[in-house]
């Protein structure tokens, strides 16, 4: 495995002083293909790098946190409209993910980029929200009937709300792993200390997140149960931001992590966490973390892919980062994503049903058809939807 | 000044075989693009078109990385197609091969208007003369192509066809001098302007219909690092048989014409409102209808004098 010069200056940001203009390039393209030019810039702003950086690559990050800016603006838009209306129906709906780091005001958000707003709901209070938001000009992005009933069925969130004026996607959740599994969280131990907010000027009514060790312990949950890791790197450099600043804010942050993750039967991710920081960004880890990372490793299984998987995927996947490891640990990375989320009884029938519509769906396209776009103007193309 | 060297230096082959293997690097205006094809129509029309423009190697920073490639597998035989890719990335859906020029014109567009937001970009053609820079925001059909190209045969410098670069620090103009891309009748109407135009290859069935691209000025092209400020926007419409007509446009309306005629003015939000602001400000505003070439080539002349 070769190390791709973006993990070498996330673990060193100091070596671009010597950088000359062919490395500058080759940062930015990797940077770019995993979305991270503006947590690039992050890093080189808290190491007082920032003025190393020439112009021109310069102008590529600020635009990148220009579009980042735009963003965060219409979310706390949406946030309040929604907030609004779950006052109305005396709901308290919990902002998980980016919508919950920039409402409250982590460091991590700062030029981090996200596409939909992700909330946590009581099941039972799914289908009064669904309604209320489709009276609003939201509606459901999966209009298939087999879409729907794995979403409902099995999932752990309803299918993708958008909505029809602005375009901005909710993600409505009552878990935060499929609800498919024999392991199925108890979410109440989550939800129930979610942190209000004190964001009323701003959102009109007050916001719920979760406690810092119920957040990086949901980002790891997820990093760690996805099959398609194109933006695996940003979310490991995600975990590292929280951890630093929840180590300082919190008390005994790794104990609360540890106590937390045997409440809930969670401490593989956290063991895979505190490992691949440790070895992907060459984080130095705490006593406790060290003690419980090689205590877990004893009992952990299969190991040695589990690490072959993520050391090949952590990277920018771009093709100055190509290699034969790579494509195959992206396809184990698939189908564990695809195990991890249905067991083989459901996952096999899904997965032809899948094929078997979208065969179909092939069949009566016309090829022709295909060329109508218009290329001439950019703005037919919107903005890439991260 | 040091001597810039331009593809001109280069030759026929040499083009081929750098756009070919590792790219070939070339400044357009604030920008540097590293532009790779294996297709011989690439290499033809970018060597007719881009020859005066400054050649640069991989030891330059490098904005875009773009290429044009044939998909794999059977598509290369069976009414082959090819695809644009910005670095890895390919935004467009696949294009008749014919295509393969236009489709990197507007790929090198779409790499602009998606990346760089240090500018308040308009979909507009700007010129200058005297010293003086006219912008000329339009939707696509209203002429600003064929108008952009009379004026830049008749002396006018050529900053740009397709897109206005507004430096958001100071108001400013960045110069691109792209080829002009000219439409259907447009492409025959400039041809008898002058003898000496160049043009690149004709492709027909686009969908906007046949297409040529104008070869810009050598002048243009070598003055292409010189801003100037804005002095006056000018919304053209050609429309058949009608006798010249300027209106002064009133500034508010001009500010919303601006906005519905820019890439990035919602993503810029204040700094976006502060630059249109400043540019409403300090031009003169019109709305030009014409159909006649002498006319409209005399106001123009009049409006810089």
Redesign the interface.
Known sequence: MVTSLLIQVLQEPAIIRHF???D??LLL?QA??AKMPARLAYHLKAADLINAV?D??L??I??EQ??V??LH?QVHQEVQALNQLFNKLDIKAIYLKGTAYLLADLPLAQGRFFSDIDILLNQDEIAKVEIALKCQGWKSQKTDDHDQAYYRNYMHEIPPMQNIMRGTVIDIHHNILPVCNDNIIDISLLSVDALKLDNISTHCQPSYVLTPAVMFLHSAIHLFHEGELEQGLRGLSDLDILLSHFEESETNFSNQLIDLAKKINQQQSLFYAWRYLNKVLKRKLSTTAQAFVGDYQQQAPNVATIDFIFTNLFTAH??TTASWQFSVAAQLAYWRGHLLRMPLRLLIPHLMKKSWLQLSELTKKEPDK??????????F?Q??KE | MPIKTTLNSLCTNEIYQQLKNDGLVIAVGPF?FCIKSSLPSIASNVEKIYGDFQLLS??????F?VSIKKPKGLRRFIKPQINFYC???S??????ASQAFP?LE?GM??CI??????YLLL?SAVLEKNGKSVILPAQ?GSGKSTLCALLALNGWRLLSDEMALIDLQNCQLHALARPI?LKNESIDVIHKQACETIFGEVVDD???GTISHLKPSTFSVQQVEKTTAPFAIIFPKYQAEQVICIESTDKAAAFMNIIENS?NY????E?GFQAVAELIDNTQCHTLTYSNTAEVLAFFEELVS
């Open positions: 000359n203009a062919s500058w390039n393209r770019s293909s020439p021109k690559i102008n590529h600020n635009s220009v579009k800016a735009h603006t771009h093709s295909i060329n109508k776009v218009d290329a001439l103007d950019p703005r193309h903005l890439d | 540097v991989h030891d330059d920073l490098i904005d990385y670095d890895d990335y935004p467009f859906l696949p294009l008749p489709l507007w567009n779409w208007a998606q990346h760089a937001h240090h979909h696509s891309s686009t969908n906007k890439f919602s993503i810029l939000g700094a």
